[in-house]
């Protein structure tokens, strides 16, 4: 059971760690600002609570696994809010998607 | 050599952010960067502080029955008071930016001091 | 690996000219600072730092970069003499700290002082878990004072700089209707947050807390308001004057705590004249200290960001 338990929560762990960092990893590579808050953060918001969900079952059922239930209730609810305001903000600011890459390179392209 | 070099490291590394801040603070000419530059050197300080009161295998210094070996509480609290005051200033600080760019129109310091020099040298020309 | 993220960001921060990225390079220092505390046992200070550094320092900076102007202007000047003073200050104090006792080091002079005597006697004398906690309010307690009286001093001083202007009476961002997700997130939050700071308040006693951080969360709290509904709304729900009177009371709570206790016949600030108990006296001390501590924090931190928000912007 015990096995099963910390066998369970490494996974767990290991595929919140590889969504986080591809994110990363695509917040660096991609062409667009849209498509880099994309990358970003979807794969931040199920990567830190599948970390988080981790870290409970290594923890078992205390205190600070409720607390760490309440932090993944937290950053379900403001991630998703967060990236909404930035797109927001960068539409508001001038900022376009590229939807036509050929058309991009054509013109002067702003970033 | 190498115990210098692991018990020494985290003392270099706050010194080496502390200079970066004061480089900024020293030679960027607008005032906000100066301020954020500032903030740099507060916050490499704290770091040199914490690195000084941590005990190697210690916990928290939160007294829990089992634990025999704490870190020393006495530089959190100084750094607590720090960082609070270090807020207050920079609010302050830029308080004060943003009544000098209305003032003067602009945060960056050689157009400052060019404007203050011409004025000194208006008031010079009517005094004299 | 922090230290050196830590170094990657502070030399980005020197050498770009947005301030926007500059100002958010220096939230991201705080949180990797925050972190590099965790690391070191600071919990406290981890706390303290999260909240102050990577939250109201960065909405504050933020908040004057909307009056002053975005981007920093080019400039030419020689870079070497300030390069050479700050190489020679850098190489001086490395020299000087060779000698330093090591990193971690158990019996190095910092810890042998008195810091032993706060972690055993501690709990014992005022019946508190949290060591710095009891050192912060009651050991130490006259520090705690002068650093309430200056954030306070603070408060004056951005009043006296910046003002209080009116709100503008022109709509601002808040009541447009495509803010609507926003807005709904943060009726969600706003609650959750301000219960949370006085979780902090009340639980600084056994764990990480007490009246800084639960101020400063308090204020961010009432920061999001204002960020998503408007200063107009804001104004409305929290006046500036109760502000005012909310942090020279807090101020006063501090100031009378030590009064009674000199009244009482002890020196200044010694809790054990509040009650027949002496560490139920130093627990109701740092209570209604922290208290006060708590509340000029939040009601200074807020009236600050009015004075900014509050600010119209010079064409």
């Not at chain 2, 115990?3 to 952010?17: E, K, M, Q, R, S």
């Not at chain 3, 010694?270 to 000029?296: C, F």
Request: a negative charge; proline letters at 4%; glycine letters at 10%.
């Amino acid at each position: 059971m015990n096995l099963l338990i910390d066998v369970l929560s490494g996974l767990c762990l290991l595929a919140g760690s590889f969504l986080c960092l591809t994110g990363a990893i695509g917040l660096v590579r991609l062409p667009d600002m849209f498509c880099r808050l994309h990358a970003a953060s979807l794969n931040e918001t199920l990567g830190t609570p599948l970390i988080l969900l981790g870290l409970i079952l290594q923890v078992g059922l205390t205190l600070t696994s409720a607390k760490l239930a309440l932090i993944v209730l937290f950053v379900l609810a403001t991630n998703p809010t967060a990236t909404h305001a930035m797109s927001r903000a960068a539409l508001h600011s001038g900022e376009r998607p590229i939807v036509d890459p050929e058309a991009q390179e054509k013109s002067s392209s702003k970033s | 050599m190498i115990d210098t070099l692991t018990g020494l490291f985290n003392y270099w590394v706050a010194v080496i952010l502390m200079m970066t801040g004061l480089y900024v603070v020293v030679a960027q000419n607008n005032l906000v960067k100066k301020l954020v530059g500032l903030g740099l050197f507060q916050a490499s300080i704290f770091i040199f502080y914490i690195s000084i009161g941590k005990v190697a295998g210690g916990a928290p210094p939160i007294i829990e029955p089992g634990v025999e070996l704490y870190s020393n509480p006495l530089p959190h609290v100084l750094i607590l008071t720090a960082i609070v005051v270090g807020v207050a200033t920079t609010a302050v600080g830029l308080s004060l930016v943003v009544r000098i760019s209305e003032s003067y129109g602009s945060v960056e310091e050689n157009d400052i001091n060019q404007a203050d020099r011409l004025a000194e040298l208006e008031t010079g020309d009517d005094q004299a | 690996m922090l230290l050196s993220l830590l170094l990657a960001v502070a030399i980005a921060a020197l050498r770009l000219r947005d301030l926007f990225a500059v100002v958010m390079l220096f939230g991201i220092y705080s949180l990797l600072t925050a972190l590099f505390f965790m690391d070191l046992d600071a919990v406290d200070v981890a706390f303290t730092e999260a909240a102050v550094g990577a939250g109201v320092s960065t909405i504050l900076l933020l908040a004057a970069l909307r009056l002053v102007g975005r981007y920093e202007k080019p400039h030419r000047h020689n870079p070497l003499l300030p390069l050479v003073v700050v190489c020679a200050t850098g190489a001086a104090l490395i020299y000087g700290l060779s000698d330093a006792p090591r990193f971690g080091d158990a019996n190095a002079p910092a810890q042998t002082h008195v810091a032993p005597r706060y972690l055993s006697e501690g709990p014992a004398e005022t019946g508190l878990p949290n060591v710095v906690t009891a050192v912060l309010a009651s050991y130490r307690g006259f520090d705690t004072l002068g650093e309430t009286v200056v954030v306070f001093t603070a408060g004056l001083a951005v009043l006296l700089l910046l003002g209080m202007s009116s709100p503008s009476p022109i709509p601002d961002f808040g009541s447009e209707d495509d803010q609507r997700m926003q807005r709904h997130a943060a009726k969600g939050l706003i609650p959750f947050i301000l219960l949370y700071a006085l979780y902090v308040q009340f639980h600084g006693d056994f764990g990480a807390g007490g009246g800084f951080q639960a101020g400063v969360i308090f204020a961010a709290g009432l920061v999001l308001y204002d960020l998503v509904l408007g200063h107009l709304h804001t104004r409305q729900v929290i006046q500036d004057g109760l502000l005012i009177r909310l942090g020279a009371l807090g101020v006063l709570i501090y100031g009378c705590v030590g009064l009674y206790s000199l009244l009482s016949g002890q020196p200044y600030l010694d809790y054990s004249a509040l009650a027949k108990d002496p560490v139920h006296g130093q627990h109701l001390g740092i209570l209604l200290v922290e208290l006060g501590v708590g509340l000029t924090v939040f009601s200074i931190i807020t009236l600050i960001y009015y004075a900014f928000s509050a600010r119209r912007v010079k064409a």
